[in-house]
T-cell receptor, first 117, second 111 residues
Framework: DTAVSQTPKYLVTQMGNDKSIKCEQN?????MYWYKQDSKKFLKIMFS???????INETVPNRFSPKSPDKAHLNLHINSLELGDSAVYFC????????????????FGPGTRLTVL | QKEVEQNSGPLSVPEGAIASLNCTYS??????FFWYRQYSGKSPELIMS????GDKEDGRFTAQLNKASQYVSLLIRDSQPSDSATYLC???????????FGPGTSLSVIP
């Protein structure tokens, strides 16, 4: 019944490893996002896909590569993990195309807490 | 100048009082404005969205928008201890632009 789900919830790994985080939404939304929330709790956009097309690509190291196989899924792969990548990563979704009262309203997944040792 | 600014707090109010949370933004072309609540260790949860100047009420929450002053606020009436959380103001220019979040205001409602 979960609207936006992410796996895994926790991820602990060593520096230099490669890891992936997966996100799925069952809200029928056309747009999905990845956000990073650092230790100071600042929430910052990383990427956004609209109908599987990349529309927002912030200044993020190219070690981070998003992939959207379809409108309901957005994955994030991170190569060569660094200590500074430790954060909570949130997936979110919304409808940009609609004109209902809820358009542009983003719904967040539970987050993935990544710890790089 | 930061794009979205909020008082970091913590803001402490007694139970039953009105909590007032403020937010200013720098891009005059912004069109969509949101308030999210985030409990510690949880994900942001949408409380209100507002797109036009004036007030918008939903239960105990009222969002106020003044585009001329580039100011948006959230009032919480009859504050409850369960309202204790960090409140994030978010601003979007157009639908296909990024949503920019403020640093958040920590609210503590004292029983």
């Amino acid at each position: 019944d979960t609207a936006v789900s992410q796996t895994p919830k926790y991820l602990v790994t060593q520096m230099g490893n490669d890891k992936s985080i997966k996100c799925e939404q069952n809200l029928g939304h056309d747009t999905m996002y990845w956000y990073k929330q650092d230790s100071k709790k600042f929430l910052k956009i990383m990427f956004s896909y609209n109908n599987k097309e990349l529309i927002i690509n912030e200044t993020v190291p190219n070690r981070f590569s998003p992939k959207s196989p379809d409108k309901a899924h957005l994955n994030l792969h991170i190569n060569s993990l660094e200590l500074g990548d430790s954060a909570v990563y949130f997936c979110a979704s919304c409808n940009l195309a609609g004109r209902s009262s809820s358009y542009n309203e983003q719904f967040f997944g539970p987050g993935t807490r990544l710890t790089v040792l | 100048q930061k794009e979205v600014e909020q008082n970091s707090g913590p803001l402490s109010v007694p139970e039953g009082a009105i909590a007032s949370l403020n937010c200013t933004y720098s891009d005059r072309g912004s069109q969509s404005f949101f308030w999210y609540r985030q409990y510690s260790g949880k994900s942001p949860e949408l409380i209100m969205s507002i797109y036009s100047n004036g007030d918008k009420e939903d239960g105990r929450f009222t969002a106020q928008l003044n585009k001329a002053s580039q100011y948006v606020s959230l009032l919480i009436r009859d504050s409850q201890p369960s309202d204790s959380a960090t409140y994030l103001c978010a601003v979007m220019k157009t639908s296909y632009d990024k949503v920019i979040f403020g640093p958040g205001t920590s609210l503590s409602v004292i029983p």
